[in-house]
């Protein structure tokens, strides 16, 4: 075996969310535990105890509340500035051990171990140990000569846990024939339930199955996609590390209400406030846009009546004015609006996005004038200083009726001086 | 010359390269301090506050206060020390949060010690489960 073959670990925290609320209530270490989407809607991250006891993930929290109850599972609202924080610290504490590190998603991270010296097995149990006593959260590795093959090794580790410590080494070909041959295809990174399905149907159900295929057939019928992950289970590298985010080409805020909104004021107050969220993100990437979509709908659930629309505005130029953005989006929100509909969520889309000095207007297009500029530059500067929300258009309300239900919140120990965790000296 | 793209400049970039042509041009005397610049002090690089094994709490009760540590004082905590006799640690007891310094009994046992001698060490522990170790505490000293 080449000594330079390419190493992929994936570290990822064991039921995430469920772990940072356990890391400031020892107490809760042994008690099942659900964490809830926005709004309190549905369980999004549960404990293994919270699992044995048959919750499941989407399960609506209105429907299993008084459950919940009786059998002693703790319910929490998600507070995703400590989940943030945490994450971030996971992710700088995998930094401090493997040089190129891919943050994957709030609690998976890609580490390339390619050329670090062996025993792998070990320095994966030395990332393990330092991020358990750096931040708190206990994590599973997998290692594998591809991100694909990682990732499976990854779901063993959770799978085979007291076997294996929470640390997979599939680089032998044995081992890895041994684990595919037991992985059914749904498991596999990059194959959705959908696939899954059609696959079954051509007589494939397990991951060694789909890796033993012909990549050109699997080509012709699912797409490249799909042939990429057919080529990284065999132990062909397709996916490299990603380190830097790419910048986004739309920018989406979206939200459903916590209350029904029923009026158009109170519509506007929420549109204006998901483009104060939107332009804020918009701004961080150094873009512009030139289209955007505002959409309001109501429940797809219950009997009321139902409606949903959007239309598409366009800014005289490409902006990042939040002022003059809002403006339009609430002439966009007149043409779409209609009395007598309980309407349940609004969503900003920003789409045509440009990055800033890099598009070219003629010389008769208007462009954002410079007095724009400055004062969104004072604008961000401000709300970095007091807060994301300190300034902001007066179409967008203080303290709003519909916004996001979140009752059992755990405090944000680590993002708020006024809440930090309290040490008795009694 | 190399000549890689020719168009006309737009009205918001502007300021900005007018910014780095004024700044280039500048002629007058060159300030003396500009070759000792430093970067402003911060408390936060002196507590290493930015480690991600870093983390911040707050005292409740003075059982501390001999080291200085009052009602209300703010702790910083590091996790990536291994707890010493004599450190000022924070901990779970029965799944409470304290903060106490953590000693030796005669026996030879883990016990943690108050510094206000009103308060007795807390002994006889099977295990102490170290948060982490307290290395610097802030206290607010006007009301």
Not at chain 1, 79 to 86: A, F, R, S
Not at chain 1, 102 to 116: H, K, M, P, Q, W
Not at chain 1, 232 to 256: F, H, K, N, V, Y
């Amino acid at each position: 075996m080449s000594p330079k073959r390419p190493t992929y670990a994936l570290v990822d925290c064991n039921s995430f969310y469920c772990s940072c609320e356990r890391l400031f209530r020892p107490e809760l270490r042994q008690v099942p535990v659900v964490v809830l989407s926005n709004n309190d809607g549905c369980v999004i991250a549960r404990t293994p105890e919270a699992k044995a006891l048959g919750i499941k993930m989407g399960d609506p929290f209105f429907k299993i509340r008084d459950a919940l109850k009786a059998k002693g599972v703790v319910a929490f609202s998600s507070n995703y500035e400590l989940y943030g924080d945490i994450s971030s610290r996971v992710q700088r504490t995998i930094e401090s051990l493997a040089p190129r590190v891919e943050v994957y998603s709030i609690d998976e991270s890609f580490a390339d171990l390619t050329g670090i010296a062996e025993p792998l097995g070990d320095f994966a149990r030395q990332i393990q140990a330092r991020v358990r006593s750096w931040t708190g959260m206990p994590v599973g590795i997998g290692i594998g000569h591809t991100k694909t093959l990682a990732k499976a090794a990854q779901h063993a580790s959770k799978l085979y846990k007291e076997r294996t410590g929470g640390v997979v080494d599939l680089r032998a070909d044995h081992a890895v024939e041994w684990l595919l041959k037991r992985m059914p295809t749904q498991e596999v990174w990059g194959v959705g339930r959908r696939i899954s399905v059609r696959l079954e149907a051509d007589g494939v159900t397990t991951a060694w199955q789909l890796a033993n295929t012909d990549p050109k057939t699997i080509r012709q019928r699912y797409g490249v996609v799909l042939e990429r992950t057919v080529r990284e289970l065999t132990g062909e590298p397709c996916i490299e590390l990603q380190e830097a985010e790419p910048d986004r080409q739309a920018i989406c805020t979206s939200r459903m209400f916590g209350e029904r909104v029923t009026t158009l004021e109170a519509m506007r107050e929420a549109v204006a406030s998901y483009m104060h969220r939107a332009t804020q993100k918009l701004r961080k990437q150094q873009s512009l846009t030139a289209v955007f979509r505002v959409a309001v709908l109501t429940s797809p659930f219950g009997d009321g009546p139902k409606y949903a629309n959007s239309v598409m505005c366009y800014p005289p130029y490409p902006t990042d004015d939040v002022l003059l953005l809002t403006r339009a989006a609430m002439e966009g929100l007149e043409v779409i609006w209609r009395d007598g509909y309980r309407y349940s969520k609004a969503e900003i889309l920003l789409m045509d996005l440009r990055k800033r000095g890099e598009f070219t207007g003629d010389l008769f297009t208007p462009s954002q004038p410079a007095r724009s500029d400055d004062l969104m530059r004072v604008l961000d500067l401000i709300n970095v200083k007091f807060g994301k929300n300190a300034l902001h258009s007066g179409r967008m309300p203080i303290d709003a009726t519909w916004a996001m239900k979140r009752e059992m919140m755990s405090r944000s120990y680590t993002t708020s001086i006024n809440q930090l965790m309290r040490f008795k000296a009694l | 010359m190399n000549l890689i793209s020719l168009r006309q400049i737009t009205e918001s970039e502007l300021p900005t390269l007018l910014q780095v042509l004024s700044g280039r041009a500048s002629g007058g005397f060159p300030s003396p301090a500009a070759d000792h610049y430093e970067a402003p002090i911060s408390l936060d690089d002196l507590v290493d506050l930015r480690a991600p094994h870093v983390w911040l709490g707050e005292t409740e009760g003075d059982s501390m206060s001999p080291a200085g540590i009052l009602n209300g004082t703010k702790l910083v905590i590091d996790r990536a020390r291994t707890p010493q006799v004599g450190n000022v640690v924070v901990a779970y007891i029965d799944n409470q949060p304290v903060v106490k310094r953590l000693d030796r009994q005669l026996n030879g046992g883990w016990m943690l010690s108050s510094d206000n001698p009103k308060y007795p060490p807390i002994q006889g522990l099977e295990e102490i489960e170290v948060f982490g170790v307290v290395t610097w505490s802030l206290t607010l000293h006007v009301p």
